[in-house]
Each structure stands twice: as structure tokens, then as C-alpha cells.
């Protein structure tokens, strides 16, 4: 074969300097958000995450003859309420379609969803980028529409349908609510472009979880990206074909992503190939693509509209009543509190990263200083969440708690010390705090006789020591301070204890 008509092989990857160098990449995000509603979106069925599989099934989203879908009425409120957070317009009136294909997953064989009449268009998000610039994302439309269930592929190496020996169905996430939010065309971003691709998800993630609308859980499939990159040559006018990559679950692997893409099409069109217009999986284990099925158009679709929904009609007053129900941008509230608890960005960038961010903000809002919530939040129990395996905010442990904790620190009635052993206390489910403190005996030693008794009974053991002592060496202090926490139990103030110590020996 030429050099001009081989193919490049998937393993084939072009230098990111070169790529570069060669092409301009072009980008389109589209992202499902799975509303946190109680019930489906045309249905009465529940949605709870990690129910048994096909309970939460009933025969309208099941696709049975007869059945009669019913729009929910709060995917509408925030549908609406996320189109008004991206400054789009809100569509006055619009209807449902019938979107026909085939796919296990799909009991009806067609999703019931938005086409040619979202419920809201034209907007945009500003985004902040590593350094602090800001890149403008255009968003062409936001629409609702029903979730898939899912495919469980049994028997292979990878989970996927390739090499197993059979798959089950669990329609339980069938008919769940979605919104879809679609970029426009995204141009310009050059060498940054996996990093626009994460920063737009990272704002667009922290803006929906401030909304309260979903809780935007990319490990679970709450929210799921799908990243359509393509390259065109510097100087060209028309844009290359697109690969759209499916259902990428973590921020960092957006950036991933879109890299690898970028560097994968640029060797095909380099060694004199074509990029094929298809959809692509994400493997977290290497960071790779690997081609899905051919992407279909919209004629495809064979979209009409759905004949058993009423178009959706919102009024202007109803509109501008959710306008006012928006919170403040989370990116604004961040640098508001940033400046407040005058932390650094590296700083902040770690609260939000590791998911304490909001935890320190509800620690504060009860009453603990910031820097004590901080400091809790993100250094032991950031241990106890890595160790149990578990994210930061499903410890058993609520802001208040800890609040509470950090408060009988500040008085004196723990010692940093048992203070662990109180946040420890109610982890392991033994109540509140000052239960904890009451069952496990941790209050701090005050009966003054008590500790002078315990002093005097450790110098009396090392006479050596409390020599040295009295001869000016203070630093020896220590071992019969050492020994004076031994004797209590802990439950003495090591501070007290060497003031003691010192002027026992004075």
C-alpha cells in the first residue's frame, strides 16, 4: 500500500507539538445530567440509585401497549432553572419527539426527546482556565428527554459486549430524566483545548450540584460526557470529520481524552487516512479510544413528534419565578470565600478537587473557624475517607458534628489528642459528640489536685530528671510530662502539665 492510502493504526499516535504544528482542533461537548427527581421523567417510577435490578420498572417506562406517558413536572422547573443558569432563552413552547432507533437498553425502541424544539437555546458559560483566563463556551441548546437502562455484559475480559458470553438488561434507569446540554462549535482553543474540554465540564459539574438539580455523579453515570473532536489544517476552511468519544465519567479523563483523540486523528491524516466518523469508548486503564459503532445523523433518527405529550408551554411569569430561585455562581461564592479565608488558589483548588470545599463551608456555617475546618476536613478525614475507600462527604460524620468537636477543642475540654478519638467515637456510629466524649472519657483532666498529685508522683519516680530540671535544662521537662499523660490516661493538657512540672521544680 502507498503512503497516501495506509491507514494509520490506533496505536498510532502523532507528537502533541506536532499536531499542533499541523492542525487546529474542533471540539463539541455534549453532557447528560440525570435530574435527581423522585420519580422518572413520564412516569411514577422511582430512581434510586442502586436498586435491585428491574424493581423501579412499571408499564410505561417498560414501552407496554396501552400505556400513557405523563411529563414530570419538576424535570421541567429545572430544565428550565439549568437553561436560565447558561444564559440561554427559554423555548415558550415547544414538543416531545419520538427518537427511533435500536438498542437493547431502549424497552420502547425509540427515546422520547427534544429535537427541533428544546426547551432552551442560545446561551453560554464563561469558563476559568489553569491560569486564570477565561475561555467562552457557546451552548446551542439544552433539551430534556429520557434515560436508557442499562447493559450488563457477562463473560469477557473488558465488560464490554466484545467477548462476552451473554449481557443482562436492567431497565431500572429507563425513562429516568436527562437534560442534554450541547456546545456550539468550539474554535480557538489551540493547544489548550483538553483543557478547555475539562474546565468547561469542571464549571458546568459545579454550576448543576449548586443548582441542587442532580448530583452530578460522573462514577455512577449522574453525568456523563460525550467529547466530538476533529482537526483541520491550518489555513483550511472546512471543518474535518468528528469522532465523538462516549460517555467519559471523570474530569480528568475529558482532558485525557480529547488529547488522545487529538493525537490519534492527526497520525491517521498524517500516514494519508480518514478519520471515520464514528463513535469511540474511553479506556481509563491506558487512557486510550477504541471505535464503537458508525455515528448516526439526525435523519437517522427518523425524529417526529411525540403524539401522546402535550407540547410544553412555560409561562413567562413561571420563567422569571425560577430566574429568581438561582443561586450564586459557584465560581463568584468561590472567590468570595477565597478572599474571606484568604487562602491561596493552589489552596482552594484542593478544597474543590478533594471535595471538602463545601464540607469546610457548612463547618463554618455552624460555628467552627475555617481554618480549624479546614484543617480537619482536608488532613485526618480526608484519611478516614481514602482508608474506608469512600468519597469525603459519605463519611458518617455531618459538619455540625465535627463543629462541636472543634468547639470543646477551643474550650478546653479536648485535647487535640482526644479530639481524634472523638471524631473516631462518632464515625463508628457511638452517638454525638459529646456522647462520645462522655462514653469514651475523653474530657481533659481539670481536677487540679488530681494532675499535682500525678506530677509530683512522676518527679518523685525520676528524681534525675527533675534534678536537671532545677538546674535551668527545661527541654528534660518532657519525659515527666511524657509520663504524667501516660498515668491520666491522655486526658491531661500537656501545656498545664510542663507548667506544673516547671514549677514544681522551681
Known sequence: MTAAGRVATTTDLLDYDEVLAKFEPVMGMEVHVELHTATKMFCPCPTTFGAEPNTQ???????????????????????????LSLNCSITPWGRFARKNYFYPDQPKNYQISQYDEPIATEGYLDVVLDDGSTFRVEIERAHMEEDTGKSLHV??????????????????????????????????????????????????????KSLDVSDVRMDQGSMRCDANISLMP???????????????????????????????????????????????????ADGTTSAGRRKETAEDYRYFPEPD??????????????????????WIRRGRIQADWGVSDEEMRDLVNSGALELVIATTEAGAPADAARSWWVA??????????????????TPAQLARIIALVADGTLANKQARQAVDGVLAGEGEPDEVVAKRELAVMRDDSALQAAVDAAL?????????????????????VGDVMKATRGQADPAQVKDMVIAACS
Open 234 to 284: 491550518i489555513g483550511a476552511k472546512e471543518f474535518g470529520t468528528r469522532t465523538e468519544t462516549k460517555n467519559v465519567n471523570s474530569l480528568k479523563s475529558v482532558e485525557v481524552a480529547v488529547r488522545y483523540e487529538m493525537r490519534r486523528q492527526a497520525a491517521v491524516l498524517s500516514s494519508g487516512g480518514e478519520v471515520i466518523q464514528e463513535t469511540r469508548h474511553f479506556q481509563e
Open 57 to 83: 420498572v412499571c408499564p410505561v417506562c417498560l414501552g407496554l401497549p396501552g400505556s400513557m406517558p405523563v411529563v414530570n413536572e419538576k424535570a421541567v422547573e429545572s430544565a428550565i432553572r439549568i437553561g
Open 155 to 208: 463473560g469477557g475480559a473488558t465488560g464490554r459486549i466484545h467477548g462476552a458470553s451473554h449481557s443482562l438488561l436492567d431497565y431500572n434507569r429507563a425513562g429516568v430524566p436527562l437534560v442534554e446540554i450541547v456546545t456550539k462549535t468550539i474554535e480557538g482553543a489551540g493547544e489548550r483545548a483538553p483543557e478547555v474540554a475539562r474546565a468547561y465540564v469542571t464549571a458546568l459539574r459545579d454550576l448543576l
Open 460 to 480: 518523685a519516680a525520676n528524681p534525675d530528671i527533675a534534678e536537671k530540671i532545677r538546674s535551668g535544662k527545661v527541654a528534660a521537662a518532657g519525659k515527666i
Open 309 to 330: 405529550l402535550e407540547p410544553v408551554a412555560p409561562s413567562a411569569e413561571w420563567v422569571e419565578e425560577l430566574r429568581g430561585t438561582l443561586p450564586e455562581l459557584p
Open 380 to 397: 485526618y478525614l480526608s484519611q478516614q475517607a481514602n482508608t474506608r475507600g469512600v468519597a469525603l462527604a459519605e463519611l458518617p460524620i
